[in-house]
């Protein structure tokens, strides 16, 4: 693990208004995600996605899957909190990128209050063009899913350029990095 | 104010007046460059990123018909459907249509400039369609019935005080200017929309001709809300939007927010590769790519004029022009201000009513500096007034005055002469003696009691 | 010796003529023999940068045949250097015209840095007891990239002090004809520099054109504003 990428990748995230704290494993992602927010089984939403990649994760709230999909968009933008994995993370800018996936989808990292991202230390990109070079290599041609590249909460400056952190989107942004090794 | 360029000097003098106003954009053109100055003052290869930009963005203006099939080609590959638009007009009928076969009343949209230039929410307002600007900037304007004054920060001359009053009269709040509570009202309101929304209106950043990737850049969530939630999404494009391959995205990406906001990355980028399907399992169900010409295949075929297009629509040049600091976006008349307002409005929309916008200018050469695809920004507006003055779109008299000032100049006998009479004239009235143009507004110089070279005269040469 | 022709432009020879006489005191006593040609009228760049280009063509073209000779041309002023260097080349001129235009652009000098890089002299060795602000004209800046040289020149003054303003590289408002066909503009855009100048509490600004010098003086002056203006080689010159 490139731990010099790593920070910089944190502090870009802090810049940016988000916040980043490192796991030593996937057990801890929970604890860091209860402690930050306390928020209850009801209230927190992850993917499908994180229960396939982590067979060994609890975490306190609903798998999307398990909701029916006619109420699935009322529950997400009633949701204090989604948790969704990434394709990759860009150190230079403190950007997670998330690639559209059936047990995923995009609303997920959208309508909920808050938006934290849970990605493995090897995930971890310098610059965009090295991890687009890998997700679009992953599709065949002509079947790349759409991608969006997130950094921060949502945000504006429209009124006299002061900074407004929560406008149509997240109001909160974290990323939790499972760093194996450390 | 007169919305068309050719009121540009009594606009602009109105505006200048308006010390409020001056005082409102300064701060806010000036908080921009200084950010933008701080993050590009990280990336010591700059110069070369600008260049690279210019000579993308060159390639496929260079061929844009041939970008426009490949990119079209690509768009209907992942499932798109792709208009093509050759003018206003076609533009403004296909989306109505479009909007139309779906039978709802109601559509939500991000921001937009193409939009703008279709005047198209008061074409669908006239046809009973209610459009909801959901850029926080675009609502504000909307909601006081007035057009953008800048390309990226629309409400840039609006204060706090005046959104206040706005959101007061308006939405029927109790006033506040503190744009955290202000914002927090826009969201409430327009969540509800957008969950019911089920056509969405965007516009296009960068259009990926190798795959066929529509990418929208933006920091407040609105335009993911609109091309995500909707059954439909329509993404208004002009052709000149298209960029050669998904690879340059991260160039640009890298170009454009630092240089728009001053901001290493927006909040999101979308990169939408067509409708919701096996291989993109949510989002809209139809995808509509409405790509307008409206005069850009003909100016891209100009060996001047083209460079214009090679705008990413960054709205440096403005924050950095020292007369749009004084006048504002509104005094343009256009849809597009400041320098590369200056430039596109005679040469994309009409050169005559737009005569004035390219003396507009010291030709001080900020937003050539500044512009992230290195667009010869003020060199262009020269060439344009050479135009507007070859078209005799200029008043006879001027054309005289210049033959008379080359009468005196090519020769300095009389030249040494027009300056004695002015030296004359200024000895009987003084400081009396007007300068039209000049001394309303200065202290009018003084004429030497003995020019250079009648004093070298008498020095006998040297 | 170097026999650097002198390029005296219109608003020097009628309105400033003593920049003039100080270009010719400081050439000499830096070493060079400076000639002035008496036949020499304007460059041009009035009617070019309003969009008549055939009478800037004649204009100019008078110019290049009467300094075709001359081994070095020095001008007065950044923006006319400008004009001669950059915009020459970008006329529609006939081959032999072209041609011309590329040597003169090739041999035409700011004066400063004429004396910088040329004459390779960076402390002429006068003094100076106070606090100066060089004032960057937007063709010397932009089109020349001359940036270092003037205040190379200054800083080596003993005693004083050279005082960046904080809008250093904004533009004063002058623009040519720009100035009295958008005054209000103008003025505005003046008084931006005004105000940047007076936060910097200098004794004086010096630049490198009369132009944009006069622009600042004259809507200081109407204002009542305490502010001197001074030409580099004037001011330079003055302290020999
Ligand atoms: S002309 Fe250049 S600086 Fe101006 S908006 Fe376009 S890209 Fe930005």
Redesign the interface.
């Known amino acids: 693990m490139n731990n010099e990428l790593l920070d910089l990748f944190q502090s870009r995230v802090n810049d940016m208004g988000g916040w980043c704290a490192i796991a030593g494993s996937s057990k801890e992602i929970n604890s860091i995600i209860e402690e930050k927010y306390k928020l209850g089984e009801e209230e927190v939403l992850y993917s499908g996605r994180i229960v396939e990649q982590f067979n060994d994760l609890t975490v306190t709230g609903t798998d999307l899957t398990n909701i029916s999909p006619d109420k699935r968009r009322d529950v997400m933008a009633g949701a204090k909190l989604g948790i969704t994995m990434c394709d990759g993370l860009i150190a230079e800018t403190g950007t997670a990128v998330l690639v559209n996936h059936i047990a995923e989808p995009r609303e997920l990292s959208l309508l909920p209050e808050r938006h934290v991202v849970i990605a493995l230390s090897d995930q971890l990109y310098p610059t965009l063009d090295k991890c687009l070079e890998k997700i679009k290599n992953s599709y065949p041609a002509g079947k790349l899913p759409s991608i969006t590249l997130i950094s921060g909460p949502s945000r504006t400056s429209d009124i006299e350029k002061s900074l407004v952190v929560g406008v149509h989107g997240p109001v909160e942004f974290g990323v939790v990095v499972v760093d194996r090794g450390k | 104010m007169n919305l068309s360029p050719s009121e540009f000097?009594s606009n602009?003098?109105r505006a200048?007046?308006d010390q409020h106003l001056?005082e409102k954009i300064?701060k806010a053109t000036g908080t921009s460059l200084v950010k933008r100055a701080e993050v590009v003052g990280e990336i010591p290869e700059w110069e070369e990123l600008r260049q690279e930009g210019h000579d993308r963005r060159k390639e496929v203006i260079d061929n844009l018909d041939r970008y426009i099939r490949t990119f079209t080609g690509t768009a209907r590959d992942r499932g798109m459907i792709v208009h093509y638009a050759g003018t206003h007009d076609d533009a403004t009928k296909i989306i109505y249509d479009i909007i139309r076969r779906t039978s709802v009343d109601t559509v939500v949209k991000s921001k937009s400039m193409i939009t703008e230039e279709l005047h198209l929410n008061a074409m669908l307002e006239t046809n009973g369609i209610r459009v909801i600007e959901t850029d926080l900037g675009e609502y504000i304007i909307q909601l006081a019935g007035e057009t953008p004054s800048h390309i990226t920060a629309p409400a840039l001359h609006k204060s706090k005080e005046d959104i206040a009053r706005l959101f007061q009269e308006k939405l029927n709040i109790p006033y506040t200017d503190d744009p955290v509570k202000l914002t927090a009202v826009a969201r409430e309101r327009l969540r509800k929309e957008f969950l019911n929304a089920r056509v969405g209106i965007s516009g296009v950043n960068f259009a990926c001709a190798d795959t066929g990737t529509l990418t929208i850049i933006e920091n407040e969530a609105n335009a993911r809300l609109c091309t995500v939630l909707p059954d439909l999404h329509i993404a208004v494009m002009s052709i000149d939007k298209i960029i050669p391959s998904i690879d340059d995205l991260p160039l640009f990406l890298k170009l454009l927010p630092r240089s728009a906001s001053g901001q290493r990355m927006t909040s999101y980028v979308s990169m939408i590769n067509g409708p919701r399907s096996h291989h993109n399992p949510d989002g809209p169900r139809q995808v509509h790519v409405v790509m307008l010409n409206g005069g850009r295949l003909q100016l891209a075929k100009h060996p001047a004029w083209k460079e214009s297009l090679y705008c990413i629509r960054c709205g440096a040049c403005m924050n950095v022009c020292?007369?749009y600091?004084?006048?504002g976006g509104h005094a343009y008349g256009a849809v597009y201000p400041g320098p590369i307002g200056a430039v596109v409005t005679p040469t994309l929309f009409d050169m005559k009513e737009a005569r004035e916008l390219p003396?507009?200018?010291?030709?001080?050469?900020?937003c050539?500096?500044i512009c992230p695809v290195k667009i010869d920004l003020h060199?262009h507006l020269?060439l344009e007034?050479?135009?507007?003055?070859?078209r005799g779109y200029?008043p006879f008299t001027?054309?005289i005055a210049?033959?008379v000032?080359?009468w005196?100049?090519?020769?300095?006998a009389r030249?040494e002469l027009a300056?004695r009479i002015?030296w004359v004239l200024q000895k009987i009235l003084g400081k009396k003696l007007p300068?039209?143009?000049?001394t309303?507004?200065?202290?009018?110089?003084?004429?030497?009691a003995?020019?250079?070279?009648s004093?070298?005269?008498g020095d006998s040469?040297? | 010796m170097r026999t650097p022709h002198l390029f005296?432009p219109?608003i020097?020879?009628?309105?400033?003529?003593?920049t003039?006489?100080a270009a010719?005191k400081l050439l000499k006593k830096l070493g060079c023999d400076?000639?002035?040609n008496?036949?020499?009228?304007?460059c041009?760049q009035?009617?070019?940068?309003?969009?008549?280009?055939d009478?800037a063509h004649?204009?100019a073209e008078?110019f290049m045949q009467l300094f075709s000779s001359a081994e070095e041309i020095v001008s007065l002023s950044g923006s006319c250097a400008t004009m001669i260097k950059v915009f020459y080349k970008?006329m529609d001129l006939s081959p032999s015209l072209r041609n011309i235009a590329h040597e003169i652009g090739g041999k035409t000098y700011e004066i400063t840095d004429y004396i910088v890089n040329q004459l390779g002299i960076t402390d002429i060795g006068v003094s100076y007891n106070g606090r100066v602000a060089y004032h960057d004209s937007?063709?010397i800046m932009?089109?020349l990239r001359i940036v270092d040289e003037p205040r190379t020149l200054l800083q080596s003054v003993e005693g004083l002090k050279l005082i960046e303003l904080d809008l250093a590289?904004?533009?004063c408002?002058?623009?040519?004809l720009?100035?009295?066909?958008?005054?209000?503009?103008?003025?505005?855009?003046?008084e931006?520099k005004l105000a940047s100048i007076q936060r910097a509490e200098v004794d004086i600004v010096v630049g490198c054109d009369n132009s944009c010098l006069?622009?600042l003086?004259?809507?200081a002056?109407?204002r009542g504003m305490n502010l001197r203006t001074k030409h580099i080689v004037e001011f330079l010159g003055d302290l020999l």
């Open positions: 000097k602009a003098r200048v007046h001056r300064k020292p007369v600091q004084s006048v003396f507009a200018s010291s030709l001080c050469g900020a050539t500096d060199h020269l007034r050479r135009e507007i003055v070859d200029k001027e054309k210049m033959s000032w080359r005196f100049m090519l020769s300095p030249f300056g002015g300068l039209p143009g000049w309303p507004q200065r202290q009018a110089p003084a004429i030497a003995k020019s250079f070279r004093l070298m005269k040469k040297k | 005296v219109c020097v020879d009628q309105l400033y003529p003593a003039g006489l010719l400076p000639q002035y008496s036949q020499q009228t304007c041009g009035p009617a070019y940068n309003a969009g008549y280009r009478d004649i204009v008078r970008q937007c063709h932009r089109e590289d904004r533009c408002g002058f623009g040519g720009f100035a009295s066909k958008f005054p209000d503009i103008s003025t505005a855009m003046g931006d006069m622009q003086q004259g809507l002056d109407k």
